[in-house]
């Protein structure tokens, strides 16, 4: 199914959407040239509910998985090595995605071989999942926090932990001085349940989504790699 569109205006809405207690915290920015103006986040309950926002999203970039291996044997994706090989160190904090039969089951078993946090956010993974066709992917793109600080910060990985206060005032640092008006989306006021790390996370992947709707995003790896789907597998940064 194509997303639809709304009324006609003078900017462009640009989205980056990460999950966050069961939930989905989506911030976003109105783009117009070189105009760049977020707006504070917002809690969404689904995917489905970001998706059929209005004003449509005209990129949303989702700190989820697109695109899969249909069995363990074929081994990680290319995009998941290569984002590793690059983060160093921090690679250690990206894991493998999930087979596309767990995806679409939305539940575990211990066949399944998937670290704690995969298996947390399983069900968030599979709202994405059985949202997307190769169509989607003009809309909606993979990404991921950890890449998007390592581009803000001058292709060079981040040295702290984003679970600690440290590392927290690391990434704040960062965004502050990349990004124009970024404290709408960081010192607004959001329910309790949402973390800080989380706010962070989407402030960087918001950054990403503002290259992807102008063309400069990088994306891993160069060489197309697709699904059974049809999706493409690659993380954009």
């Known amino acids: 199914m194509s997303p639809r569109r709304g009324p006609e205006?003078?900017?462009?809405?640009?989205?980056?959407?990460?999950?966050?207690a069961h939930r989905w915290l989506v911030a976003s920015a109105k783009v117009q040239g070189s105009t760049f103006a977020p707006e504070p986040p917002k809690v969404?309950?689904?995917?489905n509910e970001i998706l059929d926002e209005r004003p449509t999203f005209a990129t949303i970039v989702v700190n989820a998985y697109i695109g899969f291996r249909d069995t363990?044997?074929?081994g990680p994706r290319t995009c998941?090595?290569?984002?590793?090989?690059?983060?160093?160190a921090r690679g250690r904090f990206l894991h493998n995605a999930p087979t596309l039969p767990t995806v679409l089951r939305g539940t575990s078993t211990p066949e399944d071989?998937?670290?704690?946090?995969?298996a947390h956010l399983l069900q968030a993974y599979s709202e994405v999942g059985?949202?997307?066709s190769p169509f989607r992917q003009r809309q909606v793109y993979e990404g991921?926090?950890?890449?998007?600080?390592?581009?803000?910060?001058g292709n060079v990985?981040?040295?702290?932990?984003?679970?600690?206060?440290?590392?927290?005032?690391?990434?704040?640092?960062?965004?502050?001085?990349?990004?124009?008006?970024?404290?709408?989306?960081?010192?607004?006021?959001?329910p309790r349940r949402v973390r800080r790390q989380t706010v962070l996370d989407a402030a960087a992947l918001l950054a990403t989504a503002r290259r992807v709707f102008t063309r400069t995003a990088k994306r891993i790896p160069t060489d197309g790699e697709w699904d059974s789907q049809g999706l493409r597998m690659e993380i954009v940064y």
């Open 9 to 20: 205006l003078p900017y462009s809405v640009v989205a980056a959407a990460t999950p966050s």
């Open 44 to 47: 969404y309950e689904t995917f």
């Open 72 to 74: 363990l044997d074929q």
């Open 80 to 88: 998941d090595l290569e984002a590793r090989k690059l983060l160093g």
């Open 113 to 118: 071989h998937l670290d704690a946090i995969t």
């Open 130 to 132: 059985k949202e997307m």
């Open 144 to 153: 991921n926090p950890e890449l998007s600080f390592y581009f803000l910060n």
């Open 157 to 190: 990985p981040l040295r702290r932990s984003k679970k600690i206060y440290e590392g927290q005032l690391e990434r704040e640092t960062i965004l502050r001085e990349k990004l124009p008006n970024i404290a709408t989306v960081l010192d607004a006021e959001l």
